[in-house]
Every structure is written in C-alpha cells, then in structure tokens.
C-alpha cells in the first residue's frame, strides 16, 4: 500500500497534531457539538481521518471523507492529493487525475508536481512525467524523491546515463535514503554496467539500506558458479520474523536465484515456492477464462477486417507479444540493433487505451458495447494519437518496437488501429516458459505467477486467445520460437528483419553490444551472446512441478 503523503503535510492541516482521527462510522451524532469548527479547521480533521483510514486500507471510506471535504470546500487541493494516494497500484488513471486536479488547485506545490509526474510514469508518458518532475525540483530543488523519481524517468525513456548524475546527486544530499541506493545501481544495470551495480548493492547491504531488495538485485548481476558468501547472509536474513511478506519474498527469490546458478535443484524451487507464498497473490482464473471466451466471441476476423479500414496505415509500429520470459526482450534487442530499428520497451499505452474503451475488464460485461464505441473517428483518433506517442520516442525510424508481452490479449485492437503493424509472437517450450515465470518475484499484475497450478491453468488461456488471434490475422503474425532462434541464431535473425520490411544489418548478430538501457527482468542475459541452458531448463524441477505440468496438459508436450 503506498501511503507517501507530502512531508508539508503540516503546512495544509492547521489542526493540532494530538487530534485522533474516528472512524465515521464511530462517531455518535448526538455527541457532536451543535457548533461546529471553522470549515478549514473540520477540513483538516475530516483529512486526518481519511489518512489514519487510508493507512488502515478501508480505501472506500478514506474516499468517501475526501469527497465530503469536497464537497463542503470545492477544489481542495490536500483532499485531491489524497485522493489521487488511493488510487495507487488500483487504479492509475483516477490517480492520475487526482493528482493533476491538486496540481491544478495548488501549482507551487512541489509533492503535488512530483506524484502527478509519477503517476505519468507509471503510465509510460514519460514526457508530461519529466516534465512534472523538472518542476518539482524547481519548486524545491534538493527534494531527493523528485531527484530519484527523474532518475527513473529517464532510465525508463531508455536515457540510463542522464539518470546516473540525478542519483549521485540525491546520495549527496540524503547519503542513506533508500530510493537513491537502489536507484543508482538499477540504472547501472540498465547500461550493463554489472561490476559497479554491485559495488553499490554491496554497499547499500553494508549500511543495512533496503536490504531485502538490495540482496535480490544484487544476485541477478551475475551468474554464480560456487557459493557466494550472500548466499548464507541471505538465508540469515530469512531467520528474521520482522521483515515485511514482500521483503520475505525478495530473499526467498534472492536465494532460489543463487541456489538454482549452483544447480541445487530442489533447494532452490523450494525458495521460489516459500517466495511465491509470501506475496500472498491470489489470482482468478475462472473470471480470465470468461474474459477470453468474450473476446473471442467479439474479435472475430469479419469485425476487425471491417473496422481496419478507419485504422492508421503507419507500418512503423511493431509489436512483440507474448508470455513474459518467452523471448520478447532477445527479440527487440536483434531487431533493436538494426539501424533503422527503435526499441522503445514495454509501453502501457496501448492497455489504457483498451482500458477506456472498457476492453479489460474482467467483469464479463459485454464487450459489445466497448466495440460499439469505436465510431470511425474514435479509431482514426486513437491510431494517430498511438502512433504520435511511439514517434516521441524515435521521430526518424522506420520501425519502434514496443515489447509489452500482455498485449497479446489486445491483438484485436492492433488489427483494428494499425492494419499494416507487424506483430510478433514470442513461443517457447510451455513448461520452460511457465517456470521461467514462477522463479521471478513479479508483480501482482502477474499474479497467475504465483501458483504452479494456476500458472499452467494461466497458459493454456493465453494459448487459446493467441491461437483465435492467428484465425482474425491470417499470415499476418510472424512466431519467433525461442528454441528455433536459440538454435539458429542468424537463421531466424534474417526471417525476423525480413518480416519487417528491411534490410539485413549484421549489427543484429551482435545485439548484446548493443548501447542503451534495458529495463527488464532479462537485462543481464540480454547483454551476453545467446546461449543453450535455458532450453529444457524444466527438467531440472521435474519432481517438484508435477502440478504445473498437469494443468498444462497436452501443451506440455508440444
């Protein structure tokens, strides 16, 4: 629960800090006075209220004094702040409404520009997110938060070297403050530059600064081939009861990750497991397997051929879909190589669009309705505003590459914005592919992770959509298998740069040369050649995910 409050807090409640917010639903009405306080001074105790219940997590009802607020003193800039908190990690578009609502009311307000831009950058709109954060730090220029938020900003933007200087920055002014020590190696890994990253881990370790995740980002830096000393410091870790269930499961992945590079198995998918069930994440498969069976009912191949028409012609985007750890980082960085090619990462755009169009929602409302929206102008609209936002990041390339692997749940919508878009499909071997998944501590967007059973159950959906998509775009998806790329590298590479409509560059043999940021759970193996371990990786845990595989059923096998 993010719960970050302005530190100038005191400045807008002017009532005295010893006030105890009730919960309203405590408060007797006959024991109110009959005169009550001045409105600003009620304010302020009301927002109290909402803060103590936010913290609580009874977000509706920390809502609900908020707009109480509201409504007794319109354009509240602390009742919209605090609105726009609630909305944090469930639903970013309110957030980021809110947030700019307090901007709006309250401009000077360096933690209102800060949030908004963060909010943007949660979105991937890193333009209005640097933009609010440039002002932040105008406003109050050693605010280290804005310093590191900026930081991430750029490092995201695929600018990992101008975040370097806003970190440094940040640990000059706050030596020990836990954003900077994180965020300073994040953006040397970014840049491949593994040996600095985890000098400063070590450090931030050293001086007990966020240890939990210092130790997990600190063993995916390298690949272990005997014991490290971290291995027992982490498990010591582990002993300790106080640590929070994200941190437990930040160690938990931490040691698998080790234990798995030494090749001690079952110690190692132990970890995973015990990491997986300290995230706590639940996830329902019966609500997504309704979702796709709408989809498919909605999305047939008569629809989006009569509905491209109003799309945008641009061949410059390119999407490259599929599950998470099935190749789609390798994938943009051969195509990313290429001189004519932009890789700009995974971009959230194209799921809020599908978003606001009421597409994924996974309520089982009928998707009709959200299709009826998209008159010929709505389409028109949203292609050139996509294809607008890609041309932000590269104004001159011919193709821009955005590899956010869930959008292929949104195959139908590409087909209707950009007929002439190239797709990807990133493949590989299911039971590699789903492991690949469970080892890693993803976030609750990915909660069918967390469940080995779920997780197989989670694929066979996935497969089932992307098997309907290839029915509504005949010969229109190039498959990228991972073993077919794994086994013949230039093969593949040339089919790849073929399908998008160029000519071959040798530079797409040596993409782990390739200069930039990557931002990925796969940075580390996408700096190195391509190697073979990974290919039947599953049979090492075969013992131990007998539940996987029996919820993948036939898919196992292919």
């Not at 669009?353 to 010929?376: C, E, F, V, W, Y």
Request: aromatic share 8%.
């Amino acid at each position: 629960m993010t719960n970050r409050l302005p530190p100038a807090w005191a400045k807008h409640l002017k009532t005295q800090p010893s006030a105890r917010a009730v919960s309203p639903k405590a408060a007797s009405p006959i024991a109110q006075p009959k005169v009550g306080p001045p409105r600003n001074q009620a304010d302020d105790i009301l927002l109290r209220q909402a803060l103590e219940l936010q913290k609580a997590e009874q977000l509706p009802e920390a809502e609900e004094l908020c707009l109480k607020v509201l409504a007794r003193t319109p354009n509240h800039p602390l009742a919209f702040y605090i609105l726009g908190t609630l909305g944090i990690g469930y639903d970013d578009e309110k957030a980021l409404r809110y947030f700019a609502r307090a901007v709006a009311a309250e401009p000077r307000n360096p933690y209102y520009h800060l949030s908004l831009g963060e909010a943007y950058l949660k979105l991937s709109e890193f333009t209005p997110a640097i933009r609010h954060i440039q002002q932040a730090l105008a406003l109050k220029p050693d605010l280290v938060e804005a310093l590191c938020a900026l930081g991430d900003a750029y490092n995201a933007f695929d600018k990992g070297e101008m975040a370097l200087p806003l970190f440094e920055k940040a640990l000059k002014i706050e030596r020990d403050h836990p954003l900077a020590r994180i965020g300073l190696p994040r953006a040397l890994t970014s840049l491949g530059r593994m040996d600095e990253a985890a000098l400063h881990l070590k450090e931030a370790i050293g001086r007990r600064i966020a240890v939990p995740a210092a130790y997990n980002a600190l063993v995916h830096t390298r690949k272990y081939t005997e014991e490290p000393p971290e291995l027992a410091a982490i498990l010591r870790e582990l002993e300790d009861p106080s640590h929070m269930p994200e941190e437990a499961a930040a160690l938990h992945h931490a040691a698998g990750k080790v234990l798995n590079d030494l090749r001690r198995y079952k110690d190692a998918i132990d970890h995973f497991k015990q990491g997986n069930q300290a995230g706590g994440q639940i996830f329902d498969i019966g609500s997504y397997r309704r979702w796709v069976d709408v989809m498919i009912e909605t999305f047939t191949p008569e629809l989006v051929a009569s509905m491209a028409a109003y799309g945008n012609p641009s061949e410059a985007p390119v999407f490259v879909i599929g599950m998470p750890r099935s190749g789609t980082t390798l994938t943009e960085q051969i195509c990313a190589s290429h001189p004519h090619v932009h890789g700009a990462g995974e971009l959230s755009k194209l799921a809020r669009t599908a978003n606001g169009l009421g597409l994924k929602a996974r309520t089982g409302a009928d998707l009709g309705n959200s299709i009826a929206k998209m008159t010929p102008d709505l389409t028109r609209t949203l292609a050139d505003e996509h294809l607008a936002y890609l041309r932000e990041r590269a104004p001159d390339a011919l193709r821009i590459v955005d590899k956010m692997p869930h959008n292929f749940e949104l195959i139908g919508l590409i087909g209707i914005l950009f007929p002439n878009a190239r797709i990807v499909h990133c493949r590989r071997d299911a039971i590699d592919n789903c492991i690949s998944c469970f080892v890693l501590q993803f976030s609750k967007a990915h909660s069918y992770s967390g469940d080995l059973q779920t997780l197989g159950l989670y694929y066979r959906e996935y497969d089932r959509l992307t098997r309907h998509w290839s029915k509504v775009l005949p010969g229109r998806i190039f498959e990228n298998r991972y073993e077919t790329l794994i086994e013949n590298q230039e093969e593949q590479s040339r089919r790849l740069i073929d399908y998008l409509g160029l000519p071959w560059d040798d530079a797409c043999l040596r993409f782990f040369d390739r200069a930039g940021s990557v931002n990925t759970y796969s940075n580390w193996q996408v700096r190195q050649p391509i190697y073979k371990s990974s290919v039947k990786r599953w049979k090492n845990y075969e013992s131990e995910i007998q539940p996987l595989i029996e919820a993948l059923g036939e898919l196992a096998d292919t």
